[in-house]
């Protein structure tokens, strides 16, 4: 049995494949999370305006996806987050324009 065993032929491409997506997913979660921590300081605990931070963080989002060689993908979902977090800021303007009469 171990004389059948000869260093360096077996085939480790699903093993590969398995590290390789634990890695971007990795990276997918550790960025998000960097951009999402990030926003809700600059709001939060700095006092920064909601619009300047989302801008700012738009941006370090790119520049994040850039220096990762991050995919399209990644673009895409820092957009779709800019435009969410747009929204929310705008509903959040308008409630309370009509609270305060």
């Known amino acids: 049995m171990a004389a ?11 093993q590969k494949s398995t590290f390789d997506g634990f890695i971007v997913g990795t990276v997918w979660i550790s960025l998000l999370m960097i951009v999402t921590l990030l926003y809700l ?7 920064m305006d909601w619009m300047g931070s989302l801008i700012g963080v738009a941006i370090v989002g790119v520049v ?18 800019f435009v969410f977090g747009l929204l929310c800021g705008l509903l ?4 309370s324009v009509f609270l305060a009469g």
């Open 64 to 81: 994040l996806g850039l220096v990762t060689s991050m995919k399209t993908s990644w673009y895409v979902t820092v957009g779709g987050l």
């Open 92 to 95: 959040s303007q308008l409630f």
């Open 41 to 47: 300081t600059l709001v939060f605990a700095v006092g």
């Open 4 to 14: 059948d065993y000869t260093r360096g032929e077996m085939n480790i491409a699903s």
